[in-house]
């Protein structure tokens, strides 16, 4: 297998070609280095090869992982990308940069309430089911736009975006990308500070280049930087 530091290298090689041919900055589209299932030693290792942020998806493995001695005094910025249950929250909320899986108003009505009560402030994205599979977790895209204004006024939390996880075939998924995105714009038109809402968590190792060319300011990407699992 190649190391964690060339395939990284090779990503971000990808990801300037991929801009380039959409006519966009690189610096406008962060890599987000999905550990879920890797071992801290791991992600360390992708961390001393320059990679800072990191998508966790399970509870439990991530508070496991993240406070792992190799970790310390390093500045790893965690993001959690999975489903989030509303009794979860209480035991993430302190310790991600970014919250990608909030798919229903009440869980964020919920981490409102905890923010609120702990003080803090938390930035979450929207995860819509931009393909409409009965099986895939996120709102429907048709329930957005109606929710906005509630999603708007909760205390504490800011909606910085839109997430969604694509259909395996890629002319599928490219659609999936662009209906995300229009679907950001119309958002973006009802929202109080529209310059806080501007991420597209979209792409993943088998279609990151396309999301990037239907607009993706944040790919997730496991496979191709940390092999199967
Ligand atoms: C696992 C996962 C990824 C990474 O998928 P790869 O195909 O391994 O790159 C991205 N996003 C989410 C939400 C995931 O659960």
Redesign the pocket.
């Known amino acids: 297998m190649e190391s964690i530091a060339s395939n990284l290298q090779a990503i971000h090689e990808q990801i300037e070609a991929a801009c380039l041919k959409a006519g966009r900055d690189p610096s406008g589209v962060r890599l987000v280095a ?1 550990s ?1 299932t890797k071992p801290a030693a791991l992600v360390r290792e992708a961390f001393d090869a320059g990679q800072l942020e990191f ?1 966790e ?1 399970y509870v439990q493995e991530f508070l496991h992982k993240s406070e792992d001695p190799v970790f310390e005094n390093i500045p790893v910025k965690w993001h959690f ?2 489903h989030l249950q509303s009794n979860k929250i209480r035991m993430i909320i302190d310790r991600v940069a970014l919250i ?2 909030i798919d229903r108003y009440s869980t964020a009505e919920e981490l409102s309430r905890q923010a609120v009560k702990r003080n803090l402030h938390v930035d979450y994205l929207l995860e819509v089911n931009t393909s409409g599979e009965a099986s895939k977790y996120g709102m429907p895209p048709d329930e957005v736009l109606p929710l906005s204004a509630a999603l708007f006024s909760l205390p504490n939390i800011t909606l910085c975006g839109l997430m969604t ?1 694509a259909s395996p075939d890629i002319a599928e998924a490219k659609r999936e990308f662009r209906s995300l995105r229009l679907l950001l714009e119309e958002l973006r038109k009802l929202a109080p500070d529209p310059l806080k809402l501007s991420e597209l968590s979209m792409g ?3 279609d990151f280049e396309e999301a990037i060319e239907e607009g993706a300011t944040m790919i ?5 930087i940390f092999g199967w ?1």
């Open positions: 999905v879920k998508g998806s990308i999975g990608h899986g996880i993943m190792s088998g997730r990407v496991g496979t191709a699992r």
